[in-house]
């Protein structure tokens, strides 16, 4: 028998190999009668690049979702950082027209943006304390009167200190 091959078929495809091949050159299948067929390399390849790429999406998706929440958190401290510069703007107005500051935010035709609250506080003598925050933000800002600044606070910190706004 020199030079020639025995065939057998392929217990996948069918097709022809020789009896000592292993695994079929054409579907890449086990040949060993009673073993359980195992998957190929390349099966193996796919597989792991698979749940690779979806660990990744995921990874990737929890890094975005925090980067909205942070965003919205941020977009809602900027709204109320604009609402106590506008109502400071307005009261240091009437001051100077009126030589007083005005009892309520409302003579001074302010009104503050949706969820905001912006609060005044007259102090005693000719001064006052705007306190102003968003529902869905982290912080509290304040503006007192005769100061240029505004300051924050977080507003899970009841009693903690104001800082100056950069």
Do not use: W
């Amino acid at each position: 028998m020199t030079g020639e091959f025995t065939y057998k078929s392929c217990r996948i495809c069918g097709g022809d190999i020789t009896i000592d091949d292993q695994i079929c050159p054409l579907c890449s299948s086990r040949q060993k009668p009673g073993k359980r067929l195992s998957p190929t390399g390349l099966n193996i390849t796919l597989a792991g690049l698979g749940f690779f790429g979806i660990m990744l999406l995921g990874i990737m998706s929890a890094h975005a979702i925090q980067q909205i929440i942070c965003s919205r958190t941020n977009d809602c401290n900027v709204a109320a950082v604009k609402n106590v510069k506008a109502a400071k703007t307005g009261l240091d107005r009437y001051f100077a027209q009126n030589g007083q500051f005005p009892e309520t935010l409302g003579q001074i035709f302010f009104k503050p943006d949706n969820d905001v609250t912006v609060a005044l506080n007259k102090t005693a003598g000719r001064s006052y304390r705007l306190v102003s925050f968003h529902a869905q933000g982290d912080k509290e800002y304040l503006a007192v009167s005769g100061k240029a600044e505004i300051y924050f606070k977080g507003r899970n910190q009841p009693g903690s200190q104001y800082f100056p706004l950069k």
